[in-house]
């Protein structure tokens, strides 16, 4: 008998098993690569919201305990995925400047955004009203990372790669069954693939497909991560993430021409050496009608568990929202009623 298992390895999955394993439960993983979320994000870790220059939820709480989170993990598994560097934000306007400087007052944004206004220093970019620097921030290699867990998993015989098939679970008071293998509790961690589960439909998960182009560009160089209209992550060897797009109308994995002109247009208006685009991918956030995670217990089953909803900034929610979900599993800590799936009972 397992204590856990696991459906879905993105970063949800990943954070509920680093709980586990340092808690020294045991449990198995199915993931059948249905979901791209965690796979083509960017990555990037970033305390503030840039549209509004607010602070986003438990923003200073969550970064403390994915830098420890994602630190740890590079030790366990002996290679590096944090990269830190400032992010950016290129200004519109000198209203936007004013903004930027009443937001620098607050409490809670004074950590991380950077009062001196700073002056762009490449070429490349065209950029008439300066940055704002965001500092504290940076990328988490997430491919890599999940890479790295998976094959941890696989020398550990943890990782089934295969659909879990929901009509398959049997559920017993006590324990979960799945083809032979039981355990104490189920703990679904599916990402936009929630939608095919049966258990959990009735909450509003909403879904919103966003993409990226891959662009090289020899002579750019950027050492932070630029935030205008849209994104540009260097992600070093002279290639960049540009993106990302918004779209909650199409919930296909394929990656669109549209979404590719859209990107291509908005990186022309500033970016003024050449480049060319090596890549583009696609993935659907697991988005909410609140924008708050699921997290929790089903009402029916007391064995059967959530961990979803991580939106837009799954990096810095997806440890902190797992650890919640452990404390209260195996210590009875309550969850906080904003995150609780029993608000939507
Ligand atoms: C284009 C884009 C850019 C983003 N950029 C950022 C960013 O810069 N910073 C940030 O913090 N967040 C970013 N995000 C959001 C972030 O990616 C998500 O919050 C996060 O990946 C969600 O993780 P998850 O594990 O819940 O979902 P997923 O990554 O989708 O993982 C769910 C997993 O479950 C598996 N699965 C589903 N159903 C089944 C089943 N029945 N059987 C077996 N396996 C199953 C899927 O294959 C998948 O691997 C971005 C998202 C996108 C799409």
């Given amino acids: ?47 503030v919201i840039l549209k509004r220059f607010t602070a986003a939820w438990r923003a200073t709480e969550q970064l403390d305990a994915a830098i420890l989170f994602y630190t740890a993990l590079e030790r366990k598994l002996n290679q590096s995925f944090i990269h830190k560097f400032p992010i950016l934000r290129r200004f519109n306007s000198i209203e936007e400047q004013n903004t930027w400087f009443q937001a620098c007052d607050k409490p809670i944004l004074n950590k991380f955004l950077s009062f001196d206004i700073v002056k762009n220093t490449y070429v490349g970019l065209d950029i008439p009203f300066h940055f704002g620097k965001v500092n504290h921030t940076g990328r988490i290699d997430i491919t890599k990372m999940l890479a790295a867990y998976s094959k941890h998993l696989i020398e550990h015989q943890q990782l089934i790669t295969t659909s879990f098939i929901h009509d398959k679970l049997r559920i017993e008071d006590t324990y979960v069954e799945y083809e032979g293998i039981k355990a104490k509790n189920v703990i679904f961690t599916e990402g936009f693939g929630m939608i095919n589960n049966p258990f959990f439909e009735y909450l509003p998960l909403r879904g919103n497909k966003g993409e990226y182009v891959l662009i090289k560009c020899h002579q750019l160089d950027l050492k932070e991560a630029i935030k205008s209209s849209i994104f540009i992550i260097p992600l070093g060897d002279n290639i960049y993430k540009v993106g990302a797009t918004y779209n909650n109308k199409d919930s296909t994995a394929n990656h669109t021409q549209s979404a590719k002109e859209e990107l291509i247009e908005k990186l022309d208006t500033f970016l003024k050496f050449p480049y060319e685009i090596v890549d583009q991918v696609a993935g659907i956030r697991p988005t909410t009608k609140d924008r708050k995670p699921f997290i929790g217990t089903h009402p029916e089953y007391a064995n059967m568990h959530l961990l979803n909803g991580l939106g837009s900034r799954g990096v810095l929610i997806g440890p902190y929202v797992a650890k919640k979900l452990f404390e209260y599993l195996e210590y009875q800590q309550p969850l906080d009623r904003e995150i609780d799936i029993q608000r939507f009972e």
């Fill in 1 to 47: 008998m397992l204590d856990y298992m696991i459906v879905g390895f993105g970063l949800a999955g990943l954070s509920f098993a680093e709980q586990l394993e340092t808690n020294k439960k045991s449990y198995i993983v199915f993931e059948d690569a249905s979901q791209k979320s965690s796979r083509v994000a960017g990555g990037l870790f970033n305390p």
